[in-house]
């Protein structure tokens, strides 16, 4: 098959890349040429995003089967690339999120109640409120993903693909990937403190509970390249993560397995929960996704076991730690102090026992 990736050169794209050419497909990477390629035999597009029409002829002279857009931030870009590839490619496949669901604005606040039942599957409630993050949060998104718009809204790029009536569209809706490249290091809050040699790591104790989909970079990847490559994924939506949600607490014992800490993981009372530490989600709304669909329909499974995703992920955030990371979010003193506070209350209450 010959695919166009549009995007594809950042987090996950190189790995979706790799997949393909192992299985002997041709593959075309849109990109705006500030990243170099390692790929033999890929054929550079280069343009900008805001301006995909400009490349129609390049793209019509690659002649793609299938495309997969992996920068799609709201409804008018899912348009734009629909509208450049109909009668040209017979497929798009476009990367969506979780945040889709009515349970994301829920956890993060943007939408009410009431609790919403997990595991949340293809057809569980949408969110019916334009925004799934607060503005101070999107902000920090768009930090590390520039290309994400003010607007940024999955569910009208899902619409927007979903109802071509020439180009048949499939959904992917992606959990928290983790892994090497990935831009938010979503393991090196817990892992900088295990390189510190931290006795403890504490976790507001709503939060400790609380569950989420998450997914290695490179299973990720295996699951976008199936689908892109199936025909009968036409037309169908898919979750994808991994089959169990951990809690917070068993993710950072998990890590700290991987990383050979000897340190506890401690669930502590808001009360005592250090300032920096506190979170402000609604962590009783968990965001479970199930992906049976995928697993069912097109035969996914991941082809990198739970064990090496995390030493691989734990290797390459300790040879590239975050810049300009705020030392006030490690500040070990009040982690102390709420540790002693902990102690104390405990044998207070086996005292009391």
């Given at each position: 098959m010959r695919l166009v990736l549009i995007g594809g050169t950042g987090f996950i794209g190189p790995f979706v890349t790799r997949t393909l050419l192992d299985q002997g497909h041709e593959v075309a990477l849109y990109h705006r040429g500030s990243t170099n390629l390692s790929f033999p035999g890929v054929r550079e597009i280069l343009g900008d995003r805001r301006h995909l029409a400009a490349s129609r002829a390049q793209f019509r002279d690659f002649a793609p089967d299938v495309v997969i857009d992996f920068i799609l931030a709201g409804g008018r870009q899912a348009a734009a690339t629909m509208d450049v590839f109909r009668g040209m490619a017979g497929r798009v496949i476009a990367l969506s999120s979780g945040d889709v669901y009515r349970a994301a604005g829920i956890l993060h606040g943007t939408e009410p109640g009431p609790l919403q039942p997990v595991p949340l599957t293809e057809d569980s409630d949408l969110r019916t409120h334009g925004q799934t993050y607060r503005r101070e949060v999107l902000e920090a998104i768009r930090q590390a993903l520039p290309w994400l718009d003010e607007d940024y809204d999955k569910i009208p790029v899902e619409r927007a693909i979903m109802s071509d009536p020439q180009i048949a569209g499939t959904i992917l809706r992606l959990p928290?990937?983790?892994?090497?490249?990935?831009?938010?290091?979503?393991?090196?809050?817990?892992?900088k403190?295990?390189?510190?040699?931290r006795p403890a790591i504490l976790i507001q104790e709503d939060a400790a509970e609380w569950r989420g989909p998450r997914g290695y970079v490179e299973n990720v990847a295996a699951g976008i390249a199936l689908a892109a490559t199936s025909p009968q994924a036409a037309g169908r939506i898919y979750n994808l993560a991994e089959p169990r949600s951990f809690s917070e607490l068993e993710w950072v014992r998990h890590i700290g397995r991987g990383a050979a800490w000897s340190g506890q993981v401690l669930s502590v009372?808001?009360?005592?929960t250090p300032a920096h530490l506190k979170l402000p989600y609604n962590s009783a709304q968990h965001w479970i996704m199930s992906s049976a669909r995928?697993?069912?329909?097109?035969?996914?499974?991941?082809?990198t076991l739970p064990d090496r995703a995390i030493a691989s992920t734990i290797e390459w955030e300790r040879a590239n730690p975050p810049a300009g990371v705020d030392p006030k979010q490690f500040d070990y003193a009040a982690e102390d102090a709420a540790l002693d506070q902990l102690r104390v209350r405990e044998k207070i209450a086996l005292a009391g026992s």
């Open positions: 928290m990937v983790y892994g090497p490249g990935d831009m938010f290091h979503r393991l090196h809050p817990y892992l403190r295990m390189n510190d040699g009372p808001l009360d005592l995928i697993r069912e329909e097109l035969g996914y499974a991941e082809p």
